[in-house]
Structures are given as C-alpha cells and as structure tokens.
C-alpha cells in the first residue's frame, strides 16, 4: 500500500528560528530595535497564541547581551539576544565577554552582511564575527536558510550543555525573509548528556577526608548552582552540619543563616582555620586568594570538585582533585558518609568565633542619625524589607563592599554580580533581565513577581542608564538603588591613601533619580537615614520600576582602605604581592 507524501511547509526563515526557540521553554527575548531581526520579531508577535513571547526593548548591544545572561542566571533556561553584528557587535562585546565568564548559557543571534557584497578591499574581515570568535564558546554562520532549525538546535545545544556559554549564530540578511520548505519530520530531540560522576577510589579518599576533619569547610561557586546541586548541598550540609561558605551565584544555594551556611565574602576570615576544604564549582581566582595562605592555611587538605579538568589545581595543587558533576558528587558522599556511620562532632560555630572582630566592628558602624547616610545605613534599612526570595543584583565597588557584610542570600539563583571581571555597569542590564524572568514565572504562575533589587554605585549606574527605558516599557519590577558618594569612591580613596590627594575621581552628587523618571519610572533622592525606610516600603509597593539615588557619604570608603576587619573584597592580594600586600590579620 501506498501512501501519499505530505507536503512541505513554507515558512519565513524568522517563522523557522521562532518555532526553533519556542521549544526551548523560554517566554522571553531580548532585542534592540531594527530591520536585522525584523521578520523573526514579527514571527513571534504573531505566534503569541500558541507561544506568548515577550519582547524586551534594548538600547545598547551590552544592555540587550547582559539581559539574556541576567535571565539565563536567574532561569537556568537559555538567553536570548539579539544584534546586527555590522555595527552592533563591537558594542555588544562587554556583554558577551561578562556572559562567556559567568557561565551563562546565552545564545546571541546576529545578522551578518550578505557574502556576495563583501568588500575585496574592506576595514573588516569577511567573517564580522572574527571579533567574538576568541571570547565564545562557539561562533558559526547558517550556510543556508535550508539549515536554520538546525543550527538554532546547534548553537543552543553549545550555549547549555557541559560548561553553559555564549553560543553567537550568524545569519545573514534576507535569510529571516526567505520563503522555507520545512518536510514534516520529527521533532529534533533536546536531550542533555549526563555529566559523570566521581570514581570510586576519589570518592572513598575525599569521604575519608571530610571523616576525619576537624575543621572542615565546603566552598561554593557558580558550578554547583549549575550542576543543579542545590538539594543536595543543603542536605549534606544539614545532616553532617558542615559549615558551607558561598560565593557568586553560589550564594544561597545553602541559606545564608550564620548557623550552616555564610556568605564568602564576609566569612572569608575563617577560611584560614579550616584543616579540609571542599570546593564545589568554584574557580579558585583571586576572589578566593588563589586558594593560597594567607587567605587558607598552608597545610590544608583541599578536594575539588569540577566538571572541567582545566580548573583542577590552578595556582594550588589540590590533594583530591576530582573531575566529575558536583550534584552527583554531592549526593555520593552523602551516601558514602551515611554508609561509614559518620558523626561530626565539630560545631560550625567556629566560623562565628572567627568573625567575631569583624562582626562587632561592623555593628558599631552606619548608626548614626545624621546625614551624610553611611552605605551600612541603605543595606540594613534595605535587609529589613527586602523579601527572602527576591533576587538581588550587585554593581559598583564600594558599594559592594559595604552590601556583602550586611547581605544575606535565602535562596538559589538569588544572587548575581559583575563577578568575575568587575565590569562595571553591566549589573544594571543583568538586574532588567533577571526581573523579566521573574515578571515571566508570575505570568505562567499567576502571582505577582518577586522583586529584583539592584544595588549599584553613582559610577556604576552612569553606564547602562538607559537600559531603564525597556525596563519601564516592560512593566518590570525593579528596584534600583544608588549609592550616591559622589564620584568613583575605590579610585578616590586609594589616591588618597596612597598620594594624599585625589585627580579624576569627582562625579557630583547628581540627581541620577531624575534619569529614571526621565523614562517614566519613579524616582527619590533619599538625604537623610530616616528617609530611606520609607522610600523602600513605596519601592516594594510599586508597579513599575524605582530608582532611589541615595546621597552616601563620600569618606566613607576611606575606613575600607584602612581598617581589615571592614574588607570584605580584597582587591589587593595579587599572586605577585601577596607576602607583604594580602588582608592583614584582624587582631
């Protein structure tokens, strides 16, 4: 018997991409405005029946890249952006290079010029993305429009799977326009491979590690939060009460309660007092003083844990290096530590006892009354009505600094920054797309959405302010808060202390307030401490997004050049300098 074959489908090259990515359980896409993208755009305004796609307006290539990575952090799903590469991409690299370094899978689609009017004699290459090549984990061009639903499927298999990254697809021009045949055929499977797990002579050596420890300590990073190890990790954590310091989008995977589990960079003054660290997907970099003394004690037995050997033994040679998922190492040796009868007698107190200097000396300061508004003052007035599963967004340098001993982390993925290059600026695009996706869930979910609270610098803010204008457009919930000292603080103050004078430092206290109203959000400026509790409470009441320029006090940072037991970011410590310029002992 036979059968009489279906005919083919004719769709648009954009109608083709949009079926690609609908299926990728993503609602939202992130895009600056023009022709380049214009009929995938179109395609999916029209398919908002079947797929209700929101489009958030860009109006900087960084802005438009740092939303899709600050919804693929907040998510865990795939990001989406895009720009036209002939003259978006240059703008759009301190986006894509600040997503490739966090691990973000996020998948930037970019019109390309039509190869036959490439220029013989040209200022560019014949490839416009040889500029990205060396900062992605994977950059091609669709060959023909006939290919598209597979190199969509392609790139964001790159962008998500072992390592999360930037995965950049080319297309060029008119392809989104061109009329394709689509053959009825199976759906192409999204599978995910399945990482592997520690080998049994690993796992018996680091269980009899962590049994026989006095002092043990788990470090958490961003490759825990990936590997999905949340779970896991609190339970370990629980059973065996092992202390678990986070950091990066690390922070929250365990509570941030003070009991089990603490945030690095306050904690990080214990670290020196632990005989046994367990570092779960976490990049031993300067942040963690390169897992070297004085930050850790010489002599400490360290196991790592990373799905990429690469990372195992950089700048310190671990005793148990293990190259394997850290959720399925996690849930190993709590089976293994359960199979041997382990009890542990040590209380993870002592992490408390080791903060005690620095602790006191930060709730003796921010107190008073009186204006100028010290940045303890803003973070703890911002702590008592900051609800536990909002999602906060770190920027600037002194300001953070001052946030991290104050901040406290209830949850996962409830934590981003510009860690771990310190780009500057790039918490604002982060912070739009981590409240659309917070604005998607209460859509699917029927609940209001959870707050995204950003916390930035003068300096910081002055770089993405316009992203503001889609965030507004978006009905996002987001509030921005400004620490105002007038100038860019770390610079002024390391001037200081090292010239005894400053140059090139003085910003103004500017009425950065009125750059949000400009865009039609709300907008304070908050001169006094007793102000700052009720500009928060209208904030977290409001339905559309909130900037709050608060005027801080531009000495402040001084006491951070100075005084130890206040740096919670140590910028100093430096490989080459760490004999004589590391954090000194708090006495």
């Known amino acids: 018997m036979t059968t009489t074959p279906k005919r083919p489908n004719t769709l648009t090259g954009g109608e083709v991409i949009n079926h690609a990515l609908s299926r990728y359980g993503v609602n939202t896409t992130f895009a600056l405005a023009g022709t380049a993208h214009a009929h995938l755009l179109w395609a999916m305004e029209q398919d908002k029946a079947r797929h209700p796609w929101t489009i958030i307006s860009g109006r900087h290539e960084t802005g438009t890249v740092g939303a899709a990575d600050g919804y693929a952090r907040a ?302 003052r803003m973070a703890r007035e911002l702590m008592k009505v900051m609800p536990d599963d909002s999602i906060y967004v770190g920027d600037g340098a002194d300001i953070q600094n001052w946030m991290h001993a104050i901040l406290r982390i209830k949850h996962p993925r409830a934590f981003m920054d510009h860690y771990p290059y310190g780009s500057m600026g790039t918490g604002t695009p982060l912070a739009i797309g981590a409240a659309s996706a917070m604005k998607e869930e209460a859509l699917k979910a029927g609940t209001t959405p959870r707050p995204t609270v950003l916390v930035t610098g003068d300096g910081a803010f002055g770089f993405y302010c316009s992203e503001f204008n889609g965030a507004v457009m978006a009905g996002l919930r987001l509030i921005c808060l400004i620490s105002n000292d007038a100038g860019w603080g770390t610079e002024r103050h390391g001037q200081l202390k090292a010239l005894g004078g400053q140059v090139n430092c003085d910003l103004g206290h500017c009425d950065y307030h009125l750059i949000g109203e400009a865009y039609g959000a709300i907008g304070r400026r908050i001169e006094k401490p007793a102000d700052i509790a009720p500009a928060l409470k209208m904030a977290f009441a409001a339905d559309r997004p909130v900037v709050l320029n608060v005027i801080t006090d531009p000495m402040a940072g001084l006491l951070r050049k100075e005084d130890p037991r206040v740096q919670c970011i140590a910028f100093e410590d430096l490989v080459s300098s760490q004999k004589t310029q590391y954090t000194p002992e708090i006495a």
């Open 75 to 376: 998510t865990g799903k795939l990001g989406i952006a895009m720009i036209n590469a002939e003259h978006g991409l240059a703008n759009a690299m301190t986006g894509i290079v600040v997503a490739q370094a966090a691990c973000s899978p996020v998948l930037v689609l970019t019109t390309l010029g039509i190869p036959s009017q490439t220029e013989a004699i040209s200022e560019r290459g014949n490839d416009l993305m040889d500029m990205a090549k060396p900062f992605v984990k994977w950059a091609k061009a669709v060959p023909d429009p006939s290919r598209l639903e597979e190199y969509v499927h392609a790139a964001a298999k790159q962008a998500m799977t072992g390592r999360p990254g930037v995965a950049m697809l080319g297309i060029p021009n008119g392809w989104e326009s061109k009329a394709v045949e689509m053959s009825e055929r199976g759906e192409m499977a999204l599978t995910t491979p399945r990482h592997p797990g520690p080998s049994d002579e690993a796992l018996k050596t680091a269980t009899a590690l962590l049994a026989n420890a006095k002092r043990p300590l788990i470090l958490v990073g961003a490759g825990a939060m990936l590997s999905g190890a949340s779970p896991a990790l609190r339970r370990l954590a629980e059973t065996f009460r092992f202390p678990v310091l986070g950091n990066s989008m690390g922070r929250g995977i365990v509570a941030e309660d003070l009991k089990i589990g603490f945030p690095w960079p306050l904690a990080q003054v214990a670290a020196k007092q632990a005989d046994v660290v367990l570092v779960l997907g976490a990049r031993l970099t300067q942040r963690m003083g390169f897992g070297l003394a004085p930050r850790f004690a010489q002599n400490a037995k360290f196991i790592q844990v990373d799905v990429h050997a690469e990372e195992l033994n950089r700048n310190r040679v671990i005793d148990v290096p293990i190259v394997a998922d850290v959720r399925l190492t996690v849930e190993a040796l709590q089976t293994e530590l359960t199979r041997i009868g382990f009890k542990n007698s040590v209380d993870p107190t002592w992490i408390n006892e080791a903060m005690t200097a620095r602790v006191a000396r930060i709730e003796e300061l921010g107190l008073d009354e009186s204006a100028p508004i010290h940045p303890y």
